[in-house]
């Protein structure tokens, strides 16, 4: 007899609300010290997130699917196998407009330009904030597509 997969719950939440819920098999994601990945009945973790891509590996009643998510930073935490991402800003990549993430991307671009020939250090994070948020959308909408 096959051993029952070993799946966990994982939510994605935002100050606007509940963005995924679902069970999967790992999620990866990019922490602020590099690359991390949490599979069932990992240890206990608390940790920042940065400008990235979450990826959820579902289980196989749906075919081991990978969902894409775009999160603008947040936190991770993960304990009796429930990961609960607390995001600034999240997006799963089927609900991404492209135009949008592009039309942001350029603007993020003009506003990097101003703030380097203004000498505007201030401006220029913004912008590079901003812009690294456009690419990351850009990235994950792309992953779905491929």
Do not use: C, W
Not at 47 to 55: A, C, K
Not at 121 to 127: D, I, N
């Amino acid at each position: 007899m096959a051993e029952a997969e070993k799946l966990f719950k994982i939510n994605i939440v935002t100050p606007n609300g509940l963005i995924y819920s679902h069970r999967g098999s790992s999620v990866s994601m990019r922490a602020i010290d590099g690359d991390r990945q949490i599979l069932y009945n990992h240890l206990p973790i608390l940790t920042p997130l940065t400008i990235g891509e979450v990826r959820v590996q579902r289980g196989a009643d749906v075919d081991h699917k990978v969902d894409h998510i775009a999160v603008s930073g947040g936190i991770i935490e993960f304990a009796n196998n429930v990961a609960t991402i607390i995001a600034d800003n999240a997006e799963r990549a089927r609900n991404i407009d492209l135009s949008r993430a592009e039309a942001a991307k350029q603007r993020a671009e003009a506003h990097i330009t101003e703030a380097k020939e203004k000498h505007d250090e201030q401006l220029l994070e913004r912008a590079q904030i901003a812009l690294r948020r456009a690419v990351n959308r850009i990235h994950v909408y792309g992953a779905l597509h491929k």
